[in-house]
Structures are given as structure tokens and as C-alpha cells.
């Protein structure tokens, strides 16, 4: 069973970076889409960032122009580089990787807190 490891979440005054990094247990074949999802206290989880597997990059209105997503196909690894960071980016975030045909594996979840 492949898991997810999630790293770089943490503590940080607005303005301030952050990156998460996502890497998988054992190398995973055929990977489609990477991304990163977020889930506030009492809010629904939702996407933050995407990357295919060319490189093609799609964000949530909220995060453009201060977040950057990023892969390595080689490692299968994704990362994602937040910058400008506000209370309301304040959330658990959660690594995603499918895979053909139909496989979707999530990570545990990593703490971001930005506090004002």
C-alpha cells in the first residue's frame, strides 16, 4: 500500500512562506495528476493546486499569484511553494496523486497555520 508523506507544514506570521513537500512510500507508476487540497475547521476540503503530468498547472482564485505548484517525475514527488500567506490560508493540507487507471492515493495531512 502506497501512503503519501506530507512535510513543511508549520507556523507563520502573515506574509510569511511555507513549502510542502509530498513524496510517496515507494515509486508509483503512471501518475497523472499531482495536487494539493486544503480543508479549514468546518469548511469542506477543497483544491488548492494541480499539476498534469505535462506540466500544466490550474489554482483556486484564492491562492493565484502567491502559491506555485511543482513536480519532479523522476522522484514522483510535488511540492507546493506558498508565499504571501494569510489568516484565511489556515487549513490542513492534503497531498493527492492518481494514477492510471483509476488509483488515488492522499496524504495524512499537514497543519498550516497562519496566525495575523
Known amino acids: 500500500q502506497v501512503q503519501l508523506v506530507e512535510s513543511g507544514g508549520g507556523l507563520v506570521q502573515a506574509g510569511g512562506s511555507l513549502r510542502l513537500s509530498c513524496e510517496p512510500s515507494?515509486?508509483?507508476?503512471?501518475?497523472?495528476?499531482m495536487g494539493w487540497y486544503r480543508q479549514a475547521p468546518g469548511k469542506q476540503r477543497e483544491l488548492v493546486a494541480s499539476i498534469s503530468r505535462g506540466g500544466s498547472t490550474n489554482y483556486a482564485d484564492s491562492v493565484k499569484g502567491r502559491f506555485t505548484i511543482s513536480r519532479d517525475n523522476s522522484k514522483s514527488t510535488v511540492s507546493l511553494q506558498m508565499n504571501s500567506l494569510k489568516p484565511e490560508d489556515t487549513a490542513v493540507y492534503y497531498c493527492?496523486?492518481?494514477?492510471?487507471?483509476?488509483?488515488?492515493?492522499w496524504g495524512q495531512g499537514t497543519q498550516v497555520t497562519v496566525s495575523s
Open positions: 493527492n496523486v492518481m494514477s492510471w487507471p483509476s488509483n488515488d492515493y
Open positions: 515507494r515509486s508509483i507508476f503512471s501518475i497523472n495528476t
